[in-house]
């Protein structure tokens, strides 16, 4: 299948490099605005017709699929316009910044009859897949709490903050991992670009089960930090993407709550065994969803998450969003 991509920043190279290296895909077609970055693609790629201009790939028949990696903002409108023309649509996250658009893509791409994909690239880890499964053990007990970090001095963009860029990973992540949603949002940020994006911010959300979940992310960080930290009350997984081998440590560390004989003070029990570091695929994530979004268009394969995940996402951004705009209040989802 030929292929078209839209947009060649930061992202783009990895899903054109991908996407060239997957049997049955073959990128035929590249569009970007900016001059200087078709110059870089064409250096690359000298056989790859360029163009500034996305309607050239999208009026081009020859092109059965289109791969959407522009500013977020743009990301609904491609990828409507992409479905409408009968083309297969990937794209970066976010799908879209409206809850309802996200909806409506999936049910356009339904009437068309081709498939549109978003690319939660974290999902596609080995070290997801490996706490996936962990998870699901009936040994490791229940979830208390998440504390998630992804922090870097990263590209500030302007037209999405933060949380839209960077908290979408751990989301993503979360919202696979556990089906409980939460029922509360609270979000606090700054912004210190005078743009008014906010480029450091704080979520918490809270779930009626007792979870809580904390977000802490940010593009102004003078260290690359991926470190999430589960903990259970019979075991406690640390999952850290920058480790180049041992990126997940399972702890057999538990505590439980006991009183005293006489019931006038409450102890914890405090229960310290093993630490395990398990192995799992080493195959990049990008390549695995690249092979499934083939999987998923060539064969009506399904996918590893359902539109729903997407939804649940957009509508947990746009709450935190609000959240930022009320000095962080809590948020009703």
């Not at 409108?77 to 999936?106: C, D, M, Q, R, Y």
């Not at 906010?198 to 979520?203: F, S």
Request: hydrophobic share 40%; aromatic share 10%.
């Amino acid at each position: 299948m030929n292929v078209g991509v839209l947009g060649y920043g930061y992202w783009g190279p990895n899903l054109v490099r991908n996407f060239m290296q997957q049997d049955g895909f073959t990128v035929v077609a590249l569009a970007d605005l900016r001059e200087d970055r078709l110059k870089v693609a064409g250096k690359a790629f000298p056989s790859m017709q360029l163009s500034r201009d996305a309607n050239e790939l999208f009026n081009n028949p020859e092109i059965s699929v289109i791969v959407i990696a522009t500013p977020a903002s743009t990301h609904y409108t491609f990828a409507k316009k992409a479905i409408e023309h009968g083309k297969h649509v990937l794209v970066e996250k976010p799908l879209a910044t409206k809850s309802n658009e996200v909806a409506e893509l999936f049910e356009l791409a339904e009437k068309h009859g081709v498939k549109i994909m978003v690319d939660y690239t974290f999902l596609y880890t080995g070290s997801v897949q490996k706490i996936k499964k962990t998870l699901q053990n009936a040994d490791f007990g229940q979830i208390h709490y998440i504390d998630s970090t992804r922090i870097n001095l990263g590209v500030f963009q302007y037209d999405t903050n933060v949380i839209w860029d960077l908290a979408t990973h751990d989301l993503s992540i979360i919202y696979y991992l556990i089906d409980e949603r939460p029922y509360q949002v609270q979000a606090i940020g700054a912004a210190h670009m005078g743009n008014g994006v906010e480029n450091i911010a704080y979520l918490t959300l809270r779930y009626r089960s007792g979870l809580i979940v904390h977000l802490n992310c940010s593009w102004a960080s003078p260290v690359k930090i991926r470190k999430m930290i589960i903990g259970g009350n019979k075991k406690m997984i640390i999952y850290d993407d920058i480790e180049p081998t041992d990126k997940l440590k399972i702890y057999d560390y538990g505590y439980s709550m006991i009183t005293d004989e006489y019931r006038h003070n409450v102890l914890v029990d405090y229960r310290l065994g093993d630490v395990s570091i398990p192995k799992f695929s080493l195959q990049e994530a990008l390549s695995v969803m690249v092979e499934d979004f083939y999987n998923i268009v060539a064969n009506n394969g399904k996918p590893l998450y359902t539109p729903q995940l997407s939804i649940d996402i957009t509508n947990t951004l746009i709450a935190a969003d609000q959240s930022l705009k009320q000095d962080g209040q809590m948020v009703n989802l």
